[in-house]
């Protein structure tokens, strides 16, 4: 690997910041520097404490360039920002 490569590797991806603005959190605001899983319950990075949000409800991704919402078959689907649904695959 040339030393180009490894710099790209080795930098921080770009954080995301996480506002929970329904149901209970343990906090309302979050920052994430990597891949995390949003869940009712369960051993995860965010869990949210509403009945729109299931079991294992989204992953969110980040690919060394942008960040993704993928919906992991919840029954209520996945909204962004408060319009977009994203349905499970």
Same mark, same amino acid.
């Given at each position: 690997? &040339?030393?180009?490569? &490894? +710099?790209?590797?080795?930098? @921080? @991806? &770009? %954080?995301?910041?996480? %506002?929970? $603005? +329904?149901? $209970?959190?343990? !906090?309302?605001? *979050? +920052?994430? &520097?990597?891949?995390? *899983?949003? !869940?009712? /319950?369960?051993?995860?990075? *965010?869990?949210?404490?509403?009945?729109?949000?299931? =079991?294992? /409800?989204?992953?969110?991704?980040?690919?060394? !360039? +942008?960040?993704?919402?993928?919906? *992991? $078959?919840?029954?209520? =689907?996945? #909204?962004? #920002? =408060?319009? %977009?649904?994203?349905? =499970? !695959?």
């Amino acid at each position: 690997m &040339n030393d180009e490569n &490894n +710099r790209d590797w080795a930098k @921080p @991806p &770009n %954080s995301v910041l996480v %506002s929970v $603005e +329904r149901g $209970e959190a343990s !906090e309302s605001l *979050l +920052r994430f &520097n990597d891949t995390f *899983l949003i !869940e009712y /319950h369960g051993d995860c990075d *965010l869990q949210i404490k509403d009945t729109s949000v299931g =079991g294992k /409800h989204a992953q969110i991704l980040f690919d060394l !360039e +942008r960040w993704w919402v993928k919906d *992991l $078959e919840s029954a209520n =689907g996945t #909204c962004l #920002c =408060g319009q %977009s649904k994203i349905q =499970g !695959e």
